[in-house]
């Protein structure tokens, strides 16, 4: 009786070497896809969250404080609803600028801007983004209402 198998050769070790070929660009591209959604997250949210405080600021309102009970002050308070609504994202006062700086008088042009610095949570995708993606500014401008 002939051995049937016996000019066929093994292929089981050819399988490990082509998965092992294949791995790192399927964990780039996986890795790749969840930084660009949290990046895209993190653009969104500071997006929204200027919005919001700049709808905020046009209308001449101000926050009160939770724990003195007084007034925070138009620019205080257009910091607040910033800082609360990017609370995932680390954003200060320092990163927001308001001009002018008072939230300013009615019917005034109000630009509320964010700086924020995006780290990089993979670090073998930060070799390929070139470092000026990682620094940006969202910005809005708002006439404010005729408040008095």
């Known amino acids: 009786m002939r051995n049937v198998t016996a000019g066929v050769r093994s ?23 969840m ?3 949290r990046y895209f997250y993190t653009r969104l ?6 919005a919001e405080a700049s709808r905020f600021a046009v209308t001449g309102n101000q926050l009160t404080d939770p724990v003195t009970g007084r007034g925070l ?7 607040h609803i910033i800082e609360q609504r ?11 600028s308001i001009s002018p700086a008072d939230g300013g008088a009615p ?13 990089i949570a993979f670090p073998s995708i930060a070799s390929l983004v070139p470092s000026s993606l990682l620094d940006f500014t969202v910005s809005t401008s708002m006439r404010n209402e005729p408040f008095y």
């Open 107 to 119: 019917e005034q042009v109000v630009t509320i801007d964010v700086h924020y610095h995006y780290d």
């Open 11 to 33: 292929t089981s070790g050819q399988s490990l070497i082509e998965f092992v070929l294949v791995i790192p660009v399927l964990l780039l591209i996986l890795f790749g896809i």
């Open 45 to 50: 949210t500071l997006r929204q969250a200027v």
């Open 86 to 96: 990017t609370a995932s994202l680390g954003v200060s006062p320092s990163d927001i």
């Open 73 to 79: 002050g138009r620019a205080s308070s257009i910091e």
């Open 35 to 37: 930084e660009f959604g």
